[in-house]
């Protein structure tokens, strides 16, 4: 239905910003509920942000909230996760991850989402 890539990781020293893009190279991303989720040195993936279509109400995890912006631009079919105030904490593989509307579930679960992106790498040095 759609094809997520994610894009913008890189190395970056602690306390910088980096900004990163899930773009879909085929099908369209306004039908679905979108998040981040990311997997780190102990190979467990966790949710990051959700945003709805309206964009009216984004979700954080309390890790990330304050530090982290989620955003959504549906007539460019892309997602963005703008990261600030950065720590060696943060350092994973971010994933972005799309759900069906209207479906009842924990938006922060993995089960919620069913297309995936393969990832991309942010390093933070101290």
């Known amino acids: 239905q759609v094809q997520l890539v994610e894009s913008g990781g890189g190395l970056v020293q602690a306390g910088g910003s980096v900004r990163l893009s899930c773009i879909a190279s085929?099908?369209?991303?306004?039908?679905?509920?979108l998040a981040w989720f990311r997997q780190g040195p102990e190979n467990e993936r966790t949710f990051v942000a959700a945003?709805?279509?309206?964009?009216?109400?984004?979700v954080y995890a309390d890790s990330v909230k304050g530090r982290f912006t989620i955003s959504r631009d549906n007539a460019k079919n892309t997602m963005s996760l703008e990261m600030n105030s950065l720590t060696p904490e943060d350092t994973a593989v971010y994933y972005c991850?799309?759900?069906?509307?209207?479906?009842?579930?924990?938006?922060?679960?993995?089960?919620?989402?069913?297309?995936w992106g393969q990832g991309t790498q942010v390093t933070v040095s101290s």
């Open positions: 945003i709805n279509w309206a964009a009216d109400s984004p």
């Open positions: 085929e099908g369209t991303l306004e039908p679905y509920l």
């Open positions: 991850a799309a759900g069906l509307r209207f479906r009842f579930g924990v938006v922060s679960s993995e089960e919620r989402y069913r297309y």
